[in-house]
């Protein structure tokens, strides 16, 4: 009988069973081009195994050094949350007309600021920009003060473009909107692709600003059980294509916020073979996609698309700075109706933005940047993790994000998120309770931590404030 899981992942139980038995806390192991070689695989099927037995705690990467087997003095992991892995698939639409939301936090000046999705603007690539837009303005170029072309700049595309191929995408700039920021694409890719009226599928727990978008546009959502590590159960959403009329998938499959996973290569393909089953879009977010903690970019979804229905919606907002109000969608066959949305909603993205991010990219400062990004956020998830660890009740489940900055933490279930979240705002701490990434409101006893800007020491504090107030809640030490 063939063996159903994929190579990576058999290569990892039997290089598991081999260090466990052969190796001790501390030793230094091959090297991934090593391992590679000596397994007879491709370097991306070996950097996977490796990703896999760091996740499960028995690697750890040291920056410029390699891997080591894990030392024994590493405190244990908390469990993953539990997530969505508990709710079912609805048989009829009443069941999920229903919405509620909620907001718990509000602008203020806070000590810790773990809410909002917001990247590290000090890091030096900002500066690079910044540096570049004064140039812009310097040169006193009319071409600032023009409308420009309504599909964006030619030179911005073109970087684009590149930059898709890193993901396996290869695409034409033909094909490429710039949108002011990720939110407009995901606004017009929607407008473009789906009807008023018409049923979307989403990750459980999903950004709340899908969801946002997809109620302000008169659709309506579907929750689709998610896990922590390997993102939506693509059973679920066959059984939702199979009972009710989807009529398009949002999905991020990088990267995801909040739970931070990164969909293996399988479970990609096999997603856009669905959607080819069942002939209808899907709109991947891929905000967060080139700040995954992997040494290569994982493939989008696009590099399996066969039939142009996959819209990919992306921008710098995650990874440079939301300021710069930059994005871009690469329609699928969408074009023509989604450069008529552009028009309506916003007729032009500004040309500064556009050609200081252009220049950027092929300066070669974004590269740089991302590669430094990717080393800051893994470091400081790591410290918040820690925090986590120690200072919340040991019923605590936390997520192992794979790249971004957000942390996922479910709480006991006694403890409400809502609650902590404005006992936070009186500490002068920020943070997103768990309904806000549910339309039907469930996750009321989790929590979401941006933990981009996070500081070991200084921030640790406040991380044991909250840690106090949980276990003073629930009557125990």
Same mark, same amino acid.
């Given at each position: 009988?063939?063996?159903?899981?994929?190579?990576?992942?058999?290569?990892?139980?039997? +290089?598991?069973?081999? =260090?466990?038995?052969?190796?001790?806390?501390?030793?230094?192991?091959?090297?991934?081009?090593?391992?590679?070689?000596?397994?007879?695989?491709?370097?991306?099927?070996?950097?996977?195994?490796?990703?896999?037995?760091?996740?499960?705690?028995?690697?750890?990467?040291?920056?410029?050094?390699?891997?080591?087997?894990?030392?024994?003095?590493?405190?244990?992991?908390?469990?993953?949350?539990?997530?969505?892995?508990?709710?079912? !698939?609805?048989?009829?639409?009443?069941?999920?007309?229903?919405?509620?939301?909620?907001?718990?936090?509000?602008?203020?000046? @806070? %000590?810790?600021? @773990? $809410?909002?999705?917001?990247?590290?603007?000090?890091?030096?690539?900002?500066?690079?920009?910044?540096?570049?837009?004064?140039?812009?303005?310097?040169?006193?170029?009319?071409?600032?003060?023009?409308?420009?072309?309504?599909?964006?700049?030619?030179?911005?595309?073109?970087?684009?473009?590149?930059?898709?191929?890193? $993901?396996?995408?290869?695409?034409?700039?033909?094909?490429?909107?710039?949108?002011?920021?990720?939110?407009?694409?995901?606004?017009?890719?929607?407008?473009?692709? +789906?009807?008023?009226?018409?049923? !979307?599928?989403?990750?459980?727990?999903?950004?709340?600003?899908?969801?946002?978008?997809?109620?302000?546009?008169?659709?309506?959502?579907?929750?689709?059980?998610?896990?922590?590590?390997?993102?939506?159960?693509?059973?679920?959403?066959?059984? $939702?294509?199979?009972?009710?009329?989807?009529?398009?998938?949002?999905?991020?499959?990088?990267?995801?916020?909040?739970?931070? @996973?990164?969909?293996?290569?399988?479970?990609?393909?096999?997603? !856009?073979?669905?959607?080819?089953?069942?002939?209808?879009?899907?709109?991947?977010?891929?905000?967060?996609?080139?700040?995954?903690?992997?040494?290569?970019?994982?493939?989008?979804?696009?590099?399996?698309?066969?039939?142009?229905?996959?819209?990919?919606?992306?921008?710098?907002?995650?990874?440079?700075?939301?300021?710069?109000?930059?994005?871009?969608?690469?329609?699928?066959?969408?074009?023509?109706?989604?450069?008529?949305?552009?028009?309506?909603?916003?007729?032009?993205?500004?040309?500064?933005?556009?050609?200081?991010?252009?220049?950027?990219?092929?300066?070669?400062?974004?590269?740089?940047?991302?590669?430094?990004?990717?080393?800051?956020?893994?470091?400081?998830?790591?410290?918040?993790?820690?925090?986590?660890?120690?200072? @919340?009740?040991?019923?605590?489940?936390?997520?192992?994000?794979?790249?971004?900055?957000?942390?996922?933490?479910?709480?006991?279930?006694?403890?409400?998120?809502?609650?902590?979240?404005?006992?936070?705002?009186?500490? %002068?701490?920020?943070?997103?309770?768990?309904?806000?990434?549910?339309?039907?409101?469930?996750?009321?006893?989790?929590?979401?931590?941006?933990?981009?800007?996070?500081?070991?020491?200084?921030?640790?504090?406040?991380?044991?404030? =909250?840690?106090?107030?949980?276990?003073?809640?629930?009557?125990?030490?």
């Amino acid at each position: 009988m063939t063996n159903p899981k994929p190579k990576y992942q058999r290569l990892a139980e039997q +290089t598991q069973d081999l =260090l466990q038995s052969s190796g001790r806390p501390g030793d230094r192991v091959l090297s991934i081009r090593d391992y590679a070689s000596r397994e007879n695989v491709s370097i991306s099927t070996a950097q996977r195994v490796y990703e896999l037995l760091e996740l499960r705690g028995l690697l750890e990467s040291r920056p410029r050094s390699g891997y080591y087997l894990s030392g024994a003095e590493q405190p244990r992991q908390r469990q993953l949350p539990r997530a969505s892995l508990e709710i079912s !698939v609805p048989e009829n639409r009443a069941e999920w007309l229903n919405n509620e939301a909620s907001a718990a936090w509000h602008e203020h000046n @806070f %000590n810790a600021y @773990f $809410a909002s999705g917001m990247p590290d603007v000090t890091l030096a690539g900002v500066k690079t920009i910044n540096r570049i837009m004064r140039q812009l303005t310097r040169n006193d170029s009319s071409e600032l003060h023009r409308y420009g072309p309504l599909r964006g700049d030619l030179s911005l595309r073109h970087q684009l473009t590149k930059r898709m191929a890193m $993901a396996g995408v290869i695409t034409d700039a033909e094909k490429l909107l710039v949108t002011s920021g990720g939110q407009e694409a995901l606004h017009i890719a929607l407008s473009a692709a +789906t009807s008023v009226g018409d049923l !979307v599928a989403v990750e459980s727990p999903a950004y709340h600003g899908i969801t946002s978008a997809i109620q302000q546009l008169g659709r309506r959502l579907i929750e689709i059980p998610t896990a922590p590590l390997s993102g939506m159960s693509l059973p679920s959403l066959q059984l $939702a294509l199979e009972n009710l009329d989807v009529k398009a998938v949002v999905i991020s499959t990088s990267a995801q916020n909040p739970l931070g @996973f990164s969909m293996d290569d399988s479970s990609r393909q096999g997603l !856009v073979q669905l959607a080819d089953e069942h002939d209808i879009p899907l709109i991947e977010d891929d905000v967060y996609g080139e700040l995954t903690y992997s040494r290569s970019r994982s493939r989008g979804l696009r590099a399996y698309d066969t039939q142009d229905r996959v819209m990919t919606c992306g921008s710098v907002s995650k990874t440079l700075s939301p300021g710069l109000r930059v994005g871009w969608l690469e329609t699928g066959r969408w074009i023509e109706q989604a450069t008529l949305q552009k028009r309506v909603s916003s007729m032009r993205t500004p040309m500064l933005g556009q050609l200081a991010v252009a220049r950027h990219m092929e300066e070669g400062h974004y590269d740089r940047h991302l590669r430094l990004a990717r080393t800051v956020y893994a470091q400081r998830a790591k410290h918040l993790q820690q925090a986590v660890r120690e200072y @919340f009740p040991l019923q605590c489940r936390v997520s192992r994000p794979r790249g971004g900055f957000m942390l996922w933490v479910e709480l006991p279930v006694d403890c409400s998120g809502i609650e902590l979240a404005n006992f936070a705002v009186s500490e %002068n701490i920020a943070l997103s309770p768990g309904v806000l990434f549910s339309h039907q409101g469930h996750y009321a006893n989790c929590i979401r931590l941006c933990y981009s800007c996070y500081v070991k020491g200084e921030h640790e504090v406040s991380v044991k404030v =909250l840690g106090d107030w949980l276990q003073a809640s629930r009557g125990s030490g």
